[in-house]
């Protein structure tokens, strides 16, 4: 596997925030495959400090996890409203926004687009209100598993995967549909072979 960079000197001067390409040899043709930065986690939590939902998309130890979560909490608590929503956080950076009581956070790789993990945290936001109805800090608490679908939906490996508001929530409501009816097809088997 060849670093298409290394092939090609006119792609060193985009710089790192460019995707780089990676290409591999499958067969006769050379084939380019594109390498998206990622999202290593999303952590949300209250301004009181309590985590209301964890995603990993990279590996990290239970000790890193937990170790990553306090300290990115009290980080950002810690902050005023009127500094940056970047920060640099160990071997990578954290982009959070602040929606009412909750803290939206996203840890990310050095060449990640601030802008775009910010939009990503947005749209999710955005996902969770038209679901809910102007999501609150109780519907992620008594739905977490709800917004943990909504997010699955929007983010995949720890890149986007769809962009759309609208696909995503008739994606998540037809998967509701689909589990009730699941229910009650099963439900009607265990009545018909009771009888």
């Known amino acids: 596997m060849a670093v298409l960079e290394d092939l090609c000197p006119a792609l060193k001067s985009l710089g790192s925030s460019c995707a780089r390409y990676v290409v591999t040899r499958i067969g006769t043709p050379w084939q380019t495959i594109l390498s998206?930065?990622?999202?290593?986690?999303?952590?949300?939590?209250?301004?009181?400090?309590?985590?209301?939902?964890?995603?990993?998309?990279?590996?990290f130890s239970e000790r890193q996890k937990t170790l990553i979560s306090t300290e990115l909490?009290?980080?950002?608590?810690?902050r005023k409203r009127s500094m940056c929503n970047v920060l640099e956080f160990g071997e990578h950076k954290v982009i959070y926004k602040r929606y009412?009581?909750?803290?939206?956070?996203?840890?990310?790789?050095w060449d990640e687009n601030e802008l775009y993990v910010l939009e990503v945290i947005h749209r999710y936001v955005?996902?969770?209100?038209?679901?809910?109805?102007?999501?609150?800090?109780l519907d992620i608490i008594y739905n977490f598993d709800k917004a943990y679908q909504v997010l699955d939906e929007l983010i995949m490996g720890g890149?986007?995967?769809?962009?759309s508001r609208k696909a995503i929530v008739r994606h998540v409501t037809g998967f509701?549909?689909?589990c009730e009816l699941d229910v009650?097809?099963?439900n009607?088997?265990?009545?018909?072979?009771?009888?």
Request: proline share 1%; charged share 20%; net charge positive.
């Open 36 to 59: 998206v930065k990622m999202i290593f986690y999303v952590v949300i939590f209250s301004r009181h400090g309590k985590i209301r939902l964890k995603k990993w998309y990279h590996f």
């Open 73 to 78: 909490t009290t980080l950002i608590l810690s």
């Open 100 to 109: 009412a009581s909750l803290y939206f956070a996203a840890g990310i790789d």
């Open 126 to 137: 955005q996902v969770l209100d038209e679901y809910f109805g102007n999501v609150c800090e």
């Open 159 to 163: 890149e986007m995967q769809e962009p």
């Open 176 to 178: 509701e549909k689909f």
């Open 184 to 186: 009650i097809t099963t």
């Open 188 to 195: 009607l088997k265990n009545t018909v072979m009771l009888s």
